[in-house]
């Protein structure tokens, strides 16, 4: 079992930026497909970004596009989201996913392994 833990949320002014951290548990990180999703009070979780296992394939959200980005780091089984440009809107906590089933689906019914969130919090 694949456990991951997130990492570097908080509290940030608008047009401000903070970088995520997922940490695996394991050395078989690298064989996984890696997805960001978000959750805030009142809605549904929704897809942020993901990236394949070989790193060569990223998608984002329209509502993150130009913003965020999704760099893996394989040496240190370590998934990150670099947020620039937060908003009051990106207020959610975020939750790490890793699925061996398909590349970077943006369905998190399609994930295995689910971190526990970090909560980011994005003030006016």
């Known amino acids: 079992q694949v456990q991951l833990v997130e990492s570097g949320g908080g509290l940030v002014q608008a047009g401000g930026s903070l970088r995520l951290s997922c940490a695996a548990s394991?050395?078989?990180?690298?064989?996984?497909?890696m997805a960001w999703f978000r959750q805030a009070p009142g809605k549904e979780r929704e897809f942020v970004a993901s990236?394949?296992?070989?790193?060569?394939?990223?998608y984002y959200a329209d509502s993150v596009k130009g913003r965020f980005t999704i760099p893996r780091d394989g040496a240190k089984n370590t998934v990150h989201l670099q947020m620039n440009s937060l908003k009051p809107e990106d207020t959610a906590v975020y939750l790490c996913?890793?699925?061996?089933?398909?590349?970077?689906?943006?369905?998190?019914?399609?994930?295995?392994?689910w971190g526990q969130g970090t909560q980011v919090t994005v003030s006016s």
């Open positions: 996913a890793a699925t061996t089933r398909v590349p970077a689906p943006p369905w998190g019914f399609a994930y295995e392994y």
């Open positions: 990236i394949d296992w070989s790193g060569g394939s990223t």
């Open positions: 394991e050395r078989t990180f690298s064989t996984y497909n």
